[in-house]
């Protein structure tokens, strides 16, 4: 528990304590997915990503734009997110295994590529 001060009168401690033992717990199962932005700044490697969302909303707008002779729909701009979340959180192989259960991998992993 990190507000067991009894000292402390706030209406509203056991929400505040559940949001900060689920942001630790978070924080804990994730601390090698978040990057270290000060370790990032001393070696000079770039902090930003708003260069690769820049670029990601920019083809995602020329393909959902009338004028592109092969669009993409919402509908079907929402199915490739989805599986390409899939494939980089690992999950698409075994969504293939249960849908068809004598599928075989060839053993390679996901494209790191977003």
Request: charge should be positive.
């Amino acid at each position: 528990m990190y507000c067991d001060d009894p000292e402390l009168s706030y209406p509203s401690l056991k929400s505040l304590q559940k949001h900060l033992d689920e942001m630790y717990t978070y924080i804990r199962n994730n601390k090698m997915m978040i990057p270290n932005y000060g370790e990032m700044r001393r070696y000079g490697e770039p902090v930003s990503t708003a260069f690769v969302e820049s670029t990601i909303n920019e083809v995602i707008a020329r393909r959902m734009a009338k004028k592109q002779q092969m669009q993409w729909s919402r509908k079907g701009a929402h199915y490739l997110l989805q599986t390409r979340t899939a494939v980089l959180n690992n999950e698409l192989q075994d969504k293939f295994v249960c849908w068809y259960p004598g599928f075989q991998s060839d053993g390679k992993g996901p494209a790191m590529a977003a």
